[in-house]
């Protein structure tokens, strides 16, 4: 069993930048590959980013490349997402999820889901 817990959304302005935090219980957080998802009003959860178990791999959308960083420390229990160049269509909820899998970008590979952080971005 692991829990997520997000942290770090907020309301920034366009050309801003946010970190994201999701701090995970019980001692296996290392074993899984984890990722950032979101999700805007009205629309489908969409993937945004992973990274592997030991930090080594990660992939973006292509929506976020060049503009956002995953990055993990399994010393600390804690993923991150760095976003930076913020645009209004960056607004959603954004989740951070643990999969046994750990080159998966499918929602449905991730068994255990935090329960979002608001990022809001104003133009």
């Known amino acids: 069993q692991v829990q997520l817990v997000e942290s770090g959304g907020g309301l920034v302005q366009a050309g801003g930048s946010l970190r994201l935090s999701c701090a995970a219980s019980?001692?296996?957080?290392?074993?899984?590959?984890m990722g950032w998802f979101r999700q805007a009003a009205g629309k489908e959860r969409e993937f945004v980013a992973r990274i592997s178990t030991g930090g080594g791999s990660t992939s973006y959308a292509d929506s976020v490349k060049g503009r956002a960083t995953i990055s993990r420390d399994n010393a600390k229990n804690t993923v991150y997402l760095q976003m930076d160049s913020l645009k209004p269509e960056d607004t959603a909820v954004y989740y951070c999820a643990a999969s046994p899998w750990e080159y998966t970008t499918q929602a449905r590979d991730y068994r255990y889901w935090g329960q979002g952080t608001q990022v809001t971005v104003s133009s």
């Open positions: 019980g001692r296996t957080f290392g074993s899984y590959g």
